[in-house]
Every structure is written in C-alpha cells, then in structure tokens.
C-alpha cells in the first residue's frame, strides 16, 4: 500500500498522530507511536475507523460531533483501546487542516496520560493520607511557611484555639493570628517568642501557652525540609490543662500518702505489697523493705482471727472494699486494734490492677471506749452498775422469768444516820464508807445477782429466781455484814440500814414500779426504827401518796399565801397576867380542808419544805410583834423553830435582818427550840445561842424531858425558860409519874434560874397544882386558844 504523503512528517513526531479522513472518518496514515501505544503491529490502523479505537460510547459521541463539524479544534480526555483489551488513558487534540483548495483532513494527536495520571493519582493520594493524619492525630496542627503564610492547619487546631466559623471558610492569615493574641493571656511574651522562632529557620522548640479562658496548651514547633532545607514550619498544639491537674493531683496524692497520719500499703494485681508509707512503719514497726512482697493475709493473720481475715479477702473481692477493726500485733508483738479500709482497684473491664489497704491504730479510742461504757453503766466511786446498767439486767430478768414463769426480788437498801457521817467527818471519809459497804454487800448474793448504787447512801440488790424466802435470807445476811465493826483511820463504828423488799411479778412488772414499792417498803422500815427489813405490802403505798400530796399542797399553799398564824396567849400562873404569845401556824387547804400541824409539820420536816415555811413563820410573826410594839403593846412573841431551820449558815443573820427591817426590840421575840436541836452538833449550836443571845433574843426549850435531856446543855447554853410538854401536864395532878416529872423539871429549872411554862393547860386543878410547884407561866384552853391577830386584838389588847 501507497503511504500517505505526510507518513514521513507524522514519523517525525514525538506524539502519537493519526490522519483521519474527514468524511468517512477512517484512518489515512498513523506513525509508530501511536501503534506503539496501542500495542498494535506496524502500519495495522491505516484504512480502519477511528471509531473502531473507542473504549466507551462517550467517544463514539465525541466523533459523531466531529463529524458534523461542530469544531475545527478539540481537546478532550478520553480512553483509547489496546490490542490486548486494555484500556489506555490519553489527551486528544483533533485539528482540521486544509490540504488544498478543496481537500482537508483531520489530525489527531495523542498523548499518553497514563504514566502522569499514575502520578497524579499517587499523589492525590498521598494528600488525602496526608489530611487524614492531620485529622486524625491527638493535636492540633498548624503548617506555615518561613515566612509565616498559613499553608494548612487541622480542625483539631480550629477547636483548641476556639476559631469562629467565619475564619474557617476564609483565607484570612492576619485574622487568625489576630485571634490567637487575643486568646492570649500573656500576648507580649507570646509575640515575642513567636518571633525568636521565625528569625531561627532550624529552631525546634516547646512552649507552655496560658490562654484567658484558663487553658493550657503545649506548643512544639519543628522546622519543615524539603531536599534537605527547611520550608516552612509544623506548630503542634496540645491541651495539657487535664495533664497539668491530674499531675497536680499525682504529687499531692504522693504527698497525702507521705503524710498521711494513717498507715497505707498498695499491693498489685495479686495482693503482693509493692509499696508503704511512714505512717505503717510507725504504726507496725515494719519497713517497707521487709513488707516488699507480702500480702494482706500475711500480715493481718493471727491465730485468733484467721477466718475474719479470709472472710474479709473474699468480701473485698466480690463487693471491691472492705472496712472494720481487727486486732493485729506489731512487729514486737504487742497487739492492737485497727480500723482497716481495703479497696479494690480496677480497670475498665473489672479487673483488679491494684489493692490499696488504710489503717489507724484504734487501741485508745477502743480503750476510751470502754472507758465511757464503764462510766456510763457503771458508779464512779463503787464500780457498782448504775441504775442505766441495773434497768438493762432487770429487763433481763423480767424476760428470763416471764419465759420461764419464776420470780426474782429487789432489795432496796438505805443507809441509816449516813448523813451524820458526811456532816461529821467529811465527804471523803463518807466515801471510803461506802467502799467498805459495797465490798460487804458483795459478799452477800451471788455472782448471778447485781449489786447497783443508785446514788448518795441507795444501793439496791437483785436477785435472780429469787423467791420471798430467799430474799429474807440475803436481807438478814446483809443487816448481820453490816452490824460487824468498821474501822477507818483507827475509829470503830457501825453502819446499820433499812431494806425494803418487792418481788416480781406481784409488787410490780417493771423496774418503776419494783423500786418503788421497795422504797416505800425501806420507808415504813425508817418509820419503826431502822435497821430492819420489810416486804412490800399493798397498802404502804397509800401512806406514800398521801405525803406526796400532802407535800406538793403545802408547797402551793406557801406560793398562794394560804398558810396564816394563831396566837395563843402566855399568862402569869398566878395573876394570869398576859405576858405573851405563842404563834402557831394554821392552813386551810380547798381540797384537804383543815389541815392539823401535827398532821403537815412531819412532811414539811421530812421533804425540807419546813425551811421556806420556817422562814415565813418568822418574818410574819415578827412583823405582827412590830405592828403591836409600835401601837403601844410590847407583846413578846414566841415562835417555834425546826431543826433544818436552826441548821440554815445564815439563820442568826436572817432573824438580825428581820429585827431591823420591822425596827423591833429583840426582846420582844422568844425562840423555842427542841432538844434534838442542841444536842445533834453541840459546838454549832453554842455558837449561834449566843449569837442569838447577843441580839437581845429570848430563847426557849420547848417540849422539856420528851428527848434526849442533858443537864450539860442547860448549864452551858443562854436558855431562859423551859417550856413542860403537854403530855407530862394531861394528867396533872392525878398521875403520879407525872406529877413527879414536873415537879422535877420545876424544880431544876429554878435551881439553874430558869423560867419555867407549861402548855395545854385546861383545867383549874391543873394550874392551882402548877402554882404551888411556883411554876411561872401557863399556856392552853383554860385561858384561851390560839386566834387570829385580829381576834386577838379585839379580845385582849383594847
């Protein structure tokens, strides 16, 4: 075949070049590029379609249009069919070129792409694995150039550095950095290193970057080559405030460990101590040293508590912590008791990375403990329980009999005359008493039975399963210990005591009430002589609530001023002269109505209350006595005085006070006392007789030969009468005895000059046998009763 006229121009070519005829558009010569491209044979494409070489319809299209000669110039892309069946991608440029007046024709030619799309494609790649470790690495990243124009940064930088959505959609250098200064809490220090950095192309560095909303960031520059010279620089950024505070906590936590007051050991994964703070050494006496390797089980293991150990361990393994006390020993042996805290560290997935064991030495608390136990169920002096204590063991018994339908008894006992101990020789010395007394009563029951001191001179006995006749015997055993001698500091005395008995259930189902009826069993025992036994019976109780009532009414009374005196006349036995009066306390009561002295004095004597009406009683006899000094009657005034009242530190003072606020003479009031009152602390009553005496005031023995008579006291005491008791005048003058009392008392009084009265005087033969003894003055019904002041005033002073 005849080769086409430009075969040996299209040769020459570097490209691939095609010749296609216009019209038919088949090909007119092709050189050896083009069948080197193809993989064809020499000279096999002339005279075939340029259709023919189209590997997708798109190019079938292509030169349709050219065809139609809708261009005399295209470029395109396009794929182009090997021989072998593959595919070929190339750039085409097809040029129509006249060839004469008439003639033209088509030139394609042909570049091949494939090795520059394998290039392109290569590195497209390369870019996408690049942006993706941009992306995807834990900082945030900023690419510049040397001379500081921003080439790339990651979103990671955009969202540390908190950029608003306007710079990210911008190129905008200058706005960027703006915005760092600004988020800049040091921006003159920042700047100034930035531009140490960029006048040093090869400078790697770290910063530590403080912005104002109080993150922290790591920054590390590193210098960017390429062909070994530097391009450009790679700003890492890291947010380190995390890292800074959790190192933060790592130092105080290793310094709480150091410091800690508790001992503290870590263990790994299989309970091995890896490490322990001072405080275990101090507290253990082991060193960490001698620790390294061993764990909990070794270390806390006793032969006593060997199972609370594995207890605790597999405690600490299902639930992840375990908190107690357990004794252990130190390494020289000696026990103690620690309050222990394990706990389990895990992971993630529940598996133990470590165990972290706390303990304090707990041996004080615990003994100070007990201690406190001991004093709150215990008596501070005797060491006997409490009442707190005794209420728990009579609970006790209250169950164990009720189970088992047995009776036990309680045994009130009360000390006799204790408080002349205390007053006498002292509390101290009252104390060692009470010592003595508990080791005695300890030997009386058994060690199933309690002995509790409630308070002062009470002690109360329980007996368990004890029946009435085995309570008779402890009590008689008690009252025989007792009755033997005591000797403290060489002086021999003896205590006795009063007991009162009640037994479960029949005196009472709980402790109230058990005590109480023995108490009021222990008080009847008092009432006849002391040093005795009783058991409780029904009726005591009435006697006890009757007083009770009695007492609180006579405590109102004196609030309400319900309490008034009586004055009963005092004459001359034998001109029948008024000489003066006797004031005598009266009370009506709305619900007890009348209520006799004899009757109330006891009570108010027994409860104390008798100090505040004593007291009353005196300050209204002596205003009454100025009243009647002041309008011309000098009328002496006797009132009676209590034993507890005589005893009050400031007795004398009071009745001073009392004299001077009303402004009357002393002499016009006569103080009658009771022997019991001078004899029970002689020296104390000298003292305030002539206290009393060296006032003016008159003083008087009232109820003479009823008590305890020493002629000692009248030789020594300022006393200027004697008053004859009523009961020794009843009888006058037919009883012999009596007679012969009187005339005695009479008698003597005269012979130590004395004044002499005589109450309860009713009768004339009673006052002509009292004259003729030269008795000096009367008192009773056969001259007058007692009466108001009023009535008084009317009757006698007009």
Known sequence: MKSHPWQALIEGLLEAVILVDPIQLRILAANNAIHHLLRLPQNSLTGKGIVDLAAAPEDVFFWEDVAAGLSENIYSETLLQCADGTVVQVERRVTLVKTGVDSTIYVVAINDRSSQRQVENELEKLIAELRATLESTADGILVTDLDGAIRSYNHLFAELWGLPDDLLTRRDDDAIYAWMDRCMLDVNQYTERLGTISRSPLMEATDVLVLRSGKVLERVTLPQYARGRPIGRVYSYRDITQRLADEARLRLAAKVFESSTDAIFITDADQKIVTTNPSFERLSSYTEQEMLGKT?????????????????????????????????????GHAYLCMISLVKVQDADGKALNYIGFFKDKTETHTAKQRIEELAFSDVLTGLPNRLLLSERVKQAITFSSRHNCTFALLFLDLDHFKQINDSLGHPFGDRVLLQVTERLKNCIRELDTAARLGGDEFVLLLHEASAEGAEICARRVLEELSA?????????????????????????????????????????????????????????????????????????????????????????????????????????????????????????????????????MQTAIRQAALWNKAGNSIRVAINVSALQFQQANFVDSIAAALEQHDLPPHCIELELTESILIKDVAEALKKLESLADLGVKLAIDDFGTGYSSLSYLKRFPIYKLKIDRSFVDDLPTDESNAAIVTAIIHLAHALKLRVIAEGVETEQQRQFLSQLRCDEMQGYLFSHAMSAEEFEQQFLR
Not at 302 to 320: C, R, Y
Not at 605 to 611: L, M, N
Request: aromatic share 10%.
């Open 485 to 617: 001698p005591f000797s403290i500091d060489g002086m021999n005395f003896t205590v006795t005591a009063s007991i009162g008995i009640a037994l479960y259930p029949e005196d009472g189902s709980n402790m109230a009430d058990l005590i109480k009826n023995a108490d009021s069993a222990m008080y009847h025992v008092k009432e006849r002589g002391r040093s005795d036994f009783r058991f409780y019976q029904r009726q005591m109780n009435i006697g006890l609530l009757s007083r009770m009532k009695l007492d609180h009414a006579m405590r109102q009374a004196l609030e309400h001023g319900l309490f008034r005196l009586h004055y009963q006349p005092q004459t001359d036995i034998a001109s029948g002269q008024l000489l003066g009066v006797e004031a005598l306390i009266r009370w009506t009561d709305k619900d007890l109505g009348e209520v006799s002295p004899a009757q109330f004095i006891p009570v108010a004597e027994e409860s104390g209350v008798i100090v505040p009406i004593g007291n009353w009683v």
């Open 296 to 332: 909990p089980r070794e270390f806390f293991s006793e032969e006593g508590n060997a199972i609370q150990v594995e207890n605790l361990l597999k405690e600490l393994e299902s639930l992840g912590f375990w908190e107690g006390e357990l004794w252990n020993r130190r390494k020289n």
